[in-house]
């Protein structure tokens, strides 16, 4: 099952609760509903121009996103709005395929029994096309969304899945487990090449589950090395196996109850996700110790640990969930953590985390089930912590990552334009869900739908959505987004202006109406006449009602 039974239960109780808060204040997009990234710390170069990359999950909307380094929207994907906790988005992030950067995220649907079924794994250009669907193999019960990796130039992929079987596992859901399915899957032909099933090679009897749950393993993620054997973590299980590439066979285990490693400074390894081989001489070793390492007698694994116990709760002696890097001695089977960096409020987050080596040394890291992120140094200096939503919104991100992404959209950008009387002057707002090279706008507005127009400001884009105020009435509107070299990118679609209705103008102001009334079409007022002035000296048209 996924999530746990317990915290389905809760997190779909929270759900109903909180939905209502989430309604969308985007004039230009009403439609899209991205929580709100409210960066605490923000110690980074002015000119980082890195892309943050969420998947928000149970706010209503459960979306992929893209944010910037100010917490503004970039791209709000996905299903808009949807409200019957059915569909989600999972680990959103970029990859290399055919020659060029890509998205790569999971699309889950559940079933009303809390189930993962018909999941998607997702890849997409730059332009937000859809350009390969890869859907489970027709034996696996569903799709795993915890690892969706390309590999091998963008030719390959390692997915998970899972395979209901019946059991009498004491800890299992109606008489079935759900055993776990590795694969690696050439995505041209979609044939497996190769495939690891838990049943064949871990017992029962290694779970660290304690409480009623169909998934006794739990996979969460995998890697393939350059031997070409595989690393892999099993939440459920406590563990992460070497597994061999060509016949399955488990090489060693690291944590749980069977582990092969003895760790040296007592570090308990338990409840884990997103484990990643990391190069030698990128993680950060006493001088003493740098002279030992070797690639054929050591492995380098980053590792988000959750820190909490069997049972779920938190492992107190951690103090914090926490971002590692464990060394392991091949030969002396030992093990030691080098680095760790932990949650900035000292929490514990039950799901999901993530851990990014960044090309300049620093780590990003995913809080998981605590809705927030950070960068750190090596020297463990936090540059940057953001959290997402609100303690009020039980929100999470599965994994989250940070990096560089040009978005150019096939739709052309949105324009909403607005007064708040026939008379009054026109405020007029400006978007374009996923362009990331639009550096200013310009916003025109005309006497009607065939103009003509005149340019009435051109500023500089802010956020997701940017406001520009023309001092007349205009009737109609449209934008023009330009980039940074003042080429033009794209031209919106003219759009009449919106006055609400008389009796409802108390609900408004200057700006726009409260976004808390479900608007409909039959509260704008759209019966307004025209008459030229000039207003401090601009020729205006003076609108009033008939």
């Given at each position: 099952?996924?999530?746990?039974?317990?915290?389905?239960?809760?997190?779909?109780?929270?759900?109903?609760?909180h939905?209502?808060?989430?309604?969308?204040?985007?004039?230009?997009?009403?439609?899209?509903?991205?929580p709100?990234?409210?960066?605490?710390?923000?110690?980074?170069?002015?000119?980082?121009?890195?892309?943050?990359?969420?998947?928000?999950?149970?706010?209503?909307?459960?979306?992929?996103?893209?944010?910037?380094?100010?917490?503004?929207?970039?791209?709000?994907?996905?299903?808009?709005?949807?409200?019957?906790?059915?569909?989600?988005?999972?680990?959103?992030?970029?990859?290399?395929?055919?020659?060029?950067?890509?998205?790569?995220?999971?699309?889950?649907?559940?079933?009303a029994?809390?189930?993962?079924?018909?999941?998607?794994?997702?890849?997409?250009?730059?332009?937000?096309?859809?350009?390969a669907e890869?859907q489970?193999?027709?034996?696996?019960?569903?799709?795993?969304?915890?690892?969706?990796?390309?590999?091998?130039n963008?030719?390959?992929?390692?997915?998970?899945?899972?395979?209901?079987?019946?059991?009498?596992w004491?800890?299992?859901?109606?008489?079935?487990?759900?055993?776990?399915?590795?694969?690696?899957?050439?995505?041209?032909?979609?044939?497996?090449?190769?495939?690891?099933?838990s049943?064949?090679?871990?017992?029962?009897?290694?779970?660290?589950?304690?409480?009623?749950?169909?998934?006794?393993f739990?996979?969460?993620?995998?890697?393939?090395?350059s031997?070409?054997?595989y690393?892999?973590?099993?939440?459920?299980?406590?563990?992460?196996?070497?597994?061999?590439?060509?016949?399955?066979?488990?090489?060693?285990?690291?944590?749980g109850?069977?582990?092969?490693?003895?760790?040296?400074d007592?570090?308990e390894?338990?409840?884990?996700h997103?484990?990643r081989?990391?190069?030698?001489?990128?993680?950060k070793?006493?001088?003493?110790?740098?002279?030992?390492?070797?690639?054929?007698?050591?492995?380098?694994?980053?590792?988000?640990?959750?820190?909490?116990?069997?049972?779920?709760?938190?492992?107190?002696?951690?103090?914090?969930?926490?971002?590692?890097?464990?060394?392991?001695?091949?030969?002396?089977?030992?093990?030691?953590?080098?680095?760790?960096?932990?949650?900035?409020?000292?929490?514990?987050?039950?799901?999901?985390?993530?851990?990014?080596?960044?090309?300049?040394g620093?780590?990003?890291?995913?809080?998981?089930?605590?809705?927030?992120?950070?960068?750190?140094?090596?020297?463990n200096?936090?540059?940057?912590?953001?959290?997402?939503?609100?303690?009020a919104?039980?929100?999470?991100?599965?994994?989250?990552y940070?990096?560089?992404?040009?978005?150019?959209p096939?739709?052309?950008?949105?324009?909403?334009?607005?007064?708040?009387?026939?008379?009054?002057?026109?405020?007029?707002?400006?978007s374009w869900?996923?362009?990331?090279?639009?550096?200013?706008?310009r916003?025109?507005?005309?006497?009607?739908a065939?103009?003509?127009?005149k340019?009435?400001?051109?500023?500089?884009?802010?956020?997701?959505?940017?406001?520009?105020?023309a001092?007349?009435?205009?009737?109609?509107?449209?934008?023009?987004?330009?980039?940074?070299?003042?080429?033009?990118?794209?031209?919106s679609?003219?759009?009449?202006?919106?006055?609400?209705?008389?009796?409802?103008?108390a609900?408004?102001?200057?700006?726009?109406?409260?976004?808390?009334?479900?608007?409909?079409?039959?509260d704008?007022?759209?019966?307004?006449?025209?008459?030229?002035?000039?207003i401090?000296?601009?020729?205006a048209?003076?609108?009033?009602?008939?």
């Amino acid at each position: 099952m996924y999530p746990p039974f317990w915290i389905t239960v809760w997190l779909h109780l929270s759900l109903i609760r909180h939905r209502a808060a989430h309604a969308s204040a985007l004039l230009t997009r009403p439609d899209l509903n991205a929580p709100r990234l409210t960066v605490h710390v923000n110690r980074l170069e002015p000119t980082d121009a890195d892309k943050i990359f969420l998947t928000d999950y149970l706010t209503g909307h459960d979306a992929p996103l893209i944010y910037d380094l100010q917490g503004n929207p970039i791209w709000v994907g996905g299903k808009p709005w949807k409200t019957d906790w059915k569909y989600h988005a999972h680990n959103l992030h970029t990859v290399s395929y055919q020659g060029s950067q890509h998205l790569a995220y999971t699309e889950i649907s559940v079933s009303a029994d809390g189930l993962n079924n018909e999941n998607t794994n997702i890849i997409m250009n730059s332009r937000y096309e859809i350009v390969a669907e890869l859907q489970k193999s027709p034996y696996l019960t569903e799709l795993d969304p915890h690892e969706f990796d390309l590999i091998d130039n963008g030719t390959k992929v390692i997915q998970l899945g899972r395979i209901w079987c019946p059991s009498d596992w004491p800890y299992g859901k109606d008489g079935f487990i759900a055993e776990s399915v590795l694969q690696l899957v050439d995505i041209a032909t979609g044939d497996v090449e190769f495939e690891w099933r838990s049943l064949d090679q871990v017992p029962l009897d290694e779970s660290c589950h304690t409480y009623p749950d169909v998934d006794y393993f739990h996979l969460n993620s995998a890697v393939k090395d350059s031997g070409g054997d595989y690393i892999i973590n099993a939440y459920h299980a406590c563990t992460i196996y070497k597994i061999n590439g060509t016949d399955g066979s488990i090489i060693w285990r690291l944590g749980g109850k069977k582990s092969d490693f003895t760790m040296l400074d007592g570090y308990e390894l338990m409840r884990m996700h997103h484990i990643r081989i990391q190069p030698l001489d990128s993680i950060k070793l006493p001088p003493a110790l740098r002279v030992q390492v070797t690639d054929t007698t050591h492995l380098a694994l980053s590792i988000f640990d959750n820190a909490v116990t069997g049972s779920a709760a938190p492992r107190p002696p951690a103090g914090s969930s926490a971002g590692i890097v464990v060394l392991l001695d091949l030969e002396a089977k030992t093990g030691q953590v080098v680095e760790r960096y932990v949650q900035p409020e000292g929490m514990f987050g039950v799901l999901f985390g993530s851990v990014q080596f960044l090309p300049n040394g620093d780590r990003f890291i995913g809080w998981g089930g605590q809705r927030s992120i950070s960068q750190y140094t090596q020297n463990n200096e936090l540059l940057f912590h953001a959290e997402l939503a609100d303690a009020a919104t039980p929100t999470f991100s599965y994994r989250a990552y940070i990096g560089s992404w040009v978005g150019l959209p096939m739709t052309k950008p949105d324009v909403f334009s607005y007064s708040w009387t026939c008379t009054w002057q026109t405020t007029m707002y400006a978007s374009w869900n996923g362009a990331t090279e639009v550096g200013s706008w310009r916003f025109f507005g005309g006497l009607s739908a065939s103009g003509p127009f005149k340019l009435v400001a051109a500023v500089d884009k802010v956020g997701f959505e940017t406001r520009a105020v023309a001092n007349f009435f205009a009737s109609h509107a449209y934008v023009e987004g330009v980039g940074w070299d003042g080429t033009l990118l794209g031209r919106s679609e003219i759009v009449a202006t919106r006055v609400p209705r008389p009796d409802l103008g108390a609900h408004c102001n200057e700006f726009r109406c409260n976004q808390n009334i479900n608007w409909t079409e039959a509260d704008w007022f759209d019966r307004c006449r025209s008459e030229t002035l000039i207003i401090l000296g601009i020729e205006a048209v003076q609108a009033v009602l008939e």
